[in-house]
Nanobody
Framework: QLQACGGGLVQAGGSLGLSCGASGRTFSTYTMSWFRQAPGKEREFVAAISRSGDITYYADSVKGRFTIARDNTRNTVYLQMNSLKPEDTAVYYC?????????????????WGQGTQVTVSS
C-alpha cells in the first residue's frame, strides 16, 4: 500500500516536496516512480528510480527542476520539486512495481498511491 503526501499550493518559482510511504518489508525490491495528471489530461510520467536508487529517469519537462530519491530504510520515495511552474499543477501519484527495470510507462506499474494535489499559482 502506498500513501503519498506533501502536496499543496505554491507560487510559481517556489518549491514543494512530496513523499510516498509504502507498507511491507519488501520496499527495496520495487522500482518506484511518480506520475501526474492534470485536469482533462492523461496521466503522464514524471520520474522514476531504481531499487537501489542509483538509476533515475525524468520527463524532459521536469529535468533539472525535480529530483527523485528514496530511503529504503524508511520505505519512502521522495520527489523534490523546485522552480515550479503553473503547468506543473496536477494530482501527483506514486507508483511501484517489483522489478529490476526502471519503467517510465504507467502501464508497467501495478501499485498506485491515492494521489496528492499540487497547485502552482502564477
Amino acid at each position: 500500500q502506498l500513501q503519498a503526501c506533501g502536496g499543496g499550493l505554491v507560487q510559481a518559482g517556489g518549491s514543494l516536496g512530496l513523499s510516498c510511504g509504502a507498507s511491507g518489508r519488501t520496499f527495496s525490491t520495487y522500482t518506484m516512480s511518480w506520475f501526474r495528471q492534470a485536469p482533462g489530461k492523461e496521466r503522464e510520467f514524471v520520474a522514476a528510480i531504481s531499487r537501489s536508487g542509483d538509476i533515475t529517469y525524468y520527463a524532459d519537462s521536469v529535468k533539472g527542476r525535480f529530483t527523485i530519491a528514496r530511503d529504503n530504510t524508511r520505505n519512502t520515495v521522495y520527489l523534490q520539486m523546485n522552480s515550479l511552474k503553473p503547468e506543473d499543477t496536477a494530482v501527483y501519484y506514486c507508483a511501484a512495481r517489483a522489478a529490476g527495470v526502471v519503467y517510465t510507462s504507467l502501464q508497467m506499474y501495478n501499485y498506485w498511491g491515492q494521489g496528492t494535489q499540487v497547485t502552482v499559482s502564477s
